[in-house]
């Protein structure tokens, strides 16, 4: 059966501090994965996708950047974390694009 | 833009009442997928309604949608305690080029009284 996995499961970090989040997928080959985000009391906001390795889309700009670099991997990444970039972040990976996504359990994260 | 909004924002039912919560899009979609969250957690998929389907169950789960109205709801039968979380649609529709994008609405909180 397949998982996704993310860790830290919190994180609390200062202003210009950097950032990586990690999610990685077991039990499956070539999926397509997802980062969201979600402010408190809000939905999703779509911050990244990628059909591949390597192959990274981003649907929001800002100061986060995303990587592949394994088949099952996905970094979420910043130089300088701002406040505004606290949140709930979400990794998510599907079969089919566009189809039923799966996610992991979400890195809480805390910018002071 | 948003493009899936949930209503109510909040409902608050009596264990073993129905609920039903209600989304309406704006443009058109090729398929619709309710969600579920408990508090910190991640989101679990619920059920997916393509755009050629009006109605579709699973277990006590039922969701319809109307692509006239640009609108779905889910009805949740027989509530529990444990159904308690927040519930998010999520409309997939054609974007740039080859890609798909599903867009959240905001979630509608559902809390089952024992």
């Known amino acids: 059966s397949q998982t996704i996995h993310q860790w830290p499961a919190t994180l609390v970090q200062p202003v210009g501090s950097p950032l990586s989040l990690e999610c990685t997928v077991e039990?499956?080959?070539?999926?397509?994965l997802y980062w969201y985000r979600q402010a408190a009391g809000r939905g999703l906001q779509l911050l990244f996708y990628?059909?591949?390795?390597?192959?990274i889309s981003s649907e929001v700009p800002q100061n986060l950047s995303a990587s592949r670099p394994q088949d099952r991997q996905f970094i979420l990444s910043s130089k300088k974390l701002l406040l505004s970039d606290s949140g709930f972040y979400l990794c998510?990976?599907?079969?089919?694009?566009?189809?039923?996504?799966?996610f992991g359990p979400g890195t809480r994260l805390l910018v002071l | 833009s948003q493009q899936g909004e949930e209503d109510p924002q909040a409902l608050s039912i009596q264990e073993g009442e129905n609920a039903t919560m209600n989304c309406s899009y704006k443009?058109?979609?090729?398929?619709l997928q309710w969600y579920r969250q408990n508090s910190g957690r991640g989101l679990v998929h619920l059920i997916l309604?393509?755009?050629?389907?009006r109605e579709k169950h699973s277990g006590r789960l039922r969701v319809t949608l109307d692509t006239s109205k640009k609108s779905s709801s889910l009805l949740i039968t027989a509530s529990r305690a444990a159904d308690t979380a927040s519930y998010f649609c999520?409309?997939?529709?054609?974007?740039?080029?080859?890609?798909?994008?599903?867009?959240f609405g905001k979630g509608t909180l559902l809390t089952v009284n024992p």
């Open positions: 039990g499956t080959s070539n999926p397509n």
């Open positions: 990628s059909v591949g390795i390597g192959q």
């Open positions: 999520a409309t997939l529709r054609r974007g740039g080029g080859s890609n798909y994008k599903l867009t």
């Open positions: 443009t058109s979609i090729n398929n």
């Open positions: 309604i393509r755009s050629n389907e």
């Open positions: 998510a990976w599907s079969v089919i694009e566009g189809e039923t996504q799966y």
